[in-house]
């Protein structure tokens, strides 16, 4: 086994090779609407991006303003861009070398309290929702909660409304019971868009082994973060790509490699004063980590996803299984899911 950083030139040839080969679905990531992020996603070799189109704390109207704004920019970069509707939608920008976007929201809070407005937010686009954002919302309660009550009546009539039409459930940030009982109730698979073992790393938004083994039951898949805090194998200690390769690793040993993918959770909007805001509204999410230190090394930005192919043909993985971890898988769930 060799690390990212050591492999011989015609390895990392290969790995770049595979890299370019694949459908790289990077499955959360809040983008900066600029025109320099289609050289950093180009950079990156990403296909598609699940992108938080909305702010977790955002009402019904600002939810819809903000999905109106993206799709506005996207239409000015209609040459290198274009909104996923359906997995076919993302194969078709890699044909194009364009970047696919799905609009995957963090936080069901916008539905208030209507399962008819699931129905109004996939015409807008969506089809991937997180059910809740690390607290409680009338769906049930998120992982950074006082208390662990699982889906409420509300919630139950949104999963099956999100069933209905094809909606991707997103489990991250979500509580412990509320995932089991959206688990249980859902007729698809669900997703961990972005997490990690908690076995590697004890904290609120890492997932149980008894966790991932229900989600492979369901059919589902995790993508595998650069997030220190959730990431690092020592505490306080920076993560590297290795480290996040190890997730990886103790993933594709517990269920299987088809149910492990990439969900690198950077948020280019983030700034240090941003930073500092978030880490004051959601402590538990921070780590003690300042701006810098919040990603793992060398795997700090989206350009930088080739270094995950090249540590994974350095560990050994087969060209099948890492076009599968790329992108394959969670390609895979999103075929079944929006079902056109």
């Not at 989600?215 to 590297?240: F, H, N, W």
């Not at 076009?323 to 390609?331: A, H, M, Y």
């Amino acid at each position: 086994m060799k690390r990212y950083d050591e492999l011989s030139k015609d390895e990392i040839d290969h790995a770049l090779e595979l890299h370019g080969e694949a459908i790289v679905v990077d499955c959360s990531v809040a983008l900066k609407m600029e025109d320099a992020y289609f050289e950093r996603a180009r950079e990156g070799g990403i296909t598609a991006h699940n992108h938080t189109v909305t702010d977790p704390r955002e009402n019904l109207p600002e939810a819809v303003k903000s999905i109106g704004a993206f799709y506005r920019w996207v239409r000015q970069h209609e040459d290198k861009g274009l909104i996923a509707l359906t997995a076919e939608d993302i194969r078709r920008a890699k044909r194009e070398g364009k970047v696919a976007f799905i609009l995957g929201p963090q936080n069901a809070k916008f539905l208030e309290d209507d399962p008819g407005l699931v129905h109004a937010f996939h015409g807008l686009g969506v089809r991937v929702l997180q059910l809740t954002y690390q607290y409680r919302n009338q769906i049930g309660d998120g992982c950074g909660e006082r208390t662990d009550a699982g889906l409420s009546r509300f919630g139950l009539d949104a999963v099956d409304e999100m069933n209905r039409v094809g909606m991707l459930i997103d489990l991250s940030h979500v509580g412990p019971a509320t995932t089991r009982d959206a688990m249980e109730a859902s007729s698809d698979p669900v997703v961990f868009s972005h997490g990690h073992p908690r076995a590697l790393k004890d904290h609120v938004r890492n997932k149980t082994d008894e966790q991932l083994h229900a989600l492979a039951e369901k059919g589902g898949v995790i993508g595998i973060t650069e997030y220190s805090p959730i990431c690092e194998l020592k505490r306080g200690v920076r993560p590297d790509v290795d480290d996040f390769l190890k997730h990886v690793d103790y993933v594709a040993d517990l269920i299987g490699v088809d149910h492990v993918g990439l969900g690198l959770d950077i948020d280019e909007r983030s700034t240090p004063e941003r930073w500092g805001a978030f880490a004051s509204a959601y402590p538990e999410l921070s780590g003690g980590y300042d701006f810098v230190g919040k990603r793992a090394r060398d795997l700090d930005w989206i350009t930088k996803a080739p270094n995950v192919t090249k540590g994974l043909v350095g560990r050994g993985y087969s060209d099948a299984e890492i076009l599968k971890i790329l992108g394959g898988n969670f390609l895979r769930v999103f075929e079944r899911v929006w079902r056109g």
